[in-house]
């Protein structure tokens, strides 16, 4: 019961925080819009964005993660919370770190032509 609990309340959280978000973000816009300004002013022209690539990085990442995990757990005898998890999210953000890179290299390069 306690775990139905826990799963209910998270998810009602994480709903309400960017039920938040969406909203404040909206009602800025409106705010800007009814002022005459520009709401381009949050959108980047020169940059271009590769979600494509950014979910592929992170999800190949996440997987050598998971690898890399099960290898410390099987040859060094790690305790297995602490290498799946601590590989995960190691490789999870050295592969978006990746993905930054890359993307700036892309914009800049683009931008120069």
């Given amino acids: 019961m306690n775990g139905v609990l826990v799963s209910i309340t998270a998810f009602i959280g994480i709903f309400g925080i960017v039920y938040v978000f ?3 973000r909206h009602r800025e816009r409106i705010a800007l819009i009814e002022k005459g300004a520009d709401a ?5 022209k020169n940059s271009v964005y590769y979600p494509t690539l950014k979910f592929g990085m ?16 099987q040859t060094y005898d790690f305790s297995k919370g602490v290498a799946y998890l601590a590989m995960v999210f190691l490789f999870g953000g050295v592969s978006l770190i990746a993905n ?5 290299y892309l914009n800049k390069s683009q931008s120069a032509s």
């Avoid at 381009?40 to 980047?44: A, E, L, N, W």
């Avoid at 992170?58 to 757990?73: E, Y």
């Avoid at 930054?100 to 700036?104: A, G, K, T, V």
């Fill in 22 to 24: 969406l909203m404040t």
């Fill in 58 to 73: 992170l999800f190949v990442g996440i997987a050598l993660g998971i690898l890399t995990g099960n290898w410390l757990d």
């Fill in 40 to 44: 381009s002013i949050f959108t980047d």
């Fill in 100 to 104: 930054f890179l890359i993307e700036r």
